[in-house]
C-alpha cells in the first residue's frame, strides 16, 4: 500500500515468479517477473467533473482499477554459507507500470532493501 497526502492511495495484490542464481561462496543473484490488481483510491476532497454543457458537478469516486505488471532484479548475499545463521541480505531494483493511466501508462521505480530468516524446517 502506497500514500500520497491531498492526492490518492493505492492498495494492489500480485503474483511474482522468478529465479535465482546462488553461487558457492554465498553471493546470489534473482529476477522475478509479476502481475498485480492496483487499486488506486483519491483522498483529500471532492472529486469534480464538468459535463457536456460546461456544468461543474460533485462525483463520487471510489478510485479506479489499474493492472501492474512488474520485473525486478536483485542482488544478495547469503551469510548461512560462512557459518553463519540463516540469513540473507538483499537489494533489489523494480520496475512496474499501472495500466491505464489516462490514455497510456504510468512507469513506477522502486528500490527493495531487506533482510530474510530461514525458518528452520520451513520454505526458503
Known sequence: MCTHRRNHTAVFLGVESGQRMLFPFGLF????????????????????VVDAIGDVKEVRNLGRAHIMPSVT?????????????????????????QLPFNTTSLVHFGVLVGVSWRIKGGLN
Open 29 to 48: 543473484l534473482d529476477h522475478k517477473l509479476g502481475l498485480a490488481y492496483l487499486q488506486s483510491i483519491p483522498i483529500g476532497g471532492p472529486t469534480y
Open 73 to 97: 532484479l536483485g542482488l544478495g548475499w547469503d551469510l548461512e554459507k560462512h557459518g553463519l545463521p540463516p540469513i540473507r541480505l538483499f537489494g533489489r531494483t523494480q520496475i512496474f507500470w
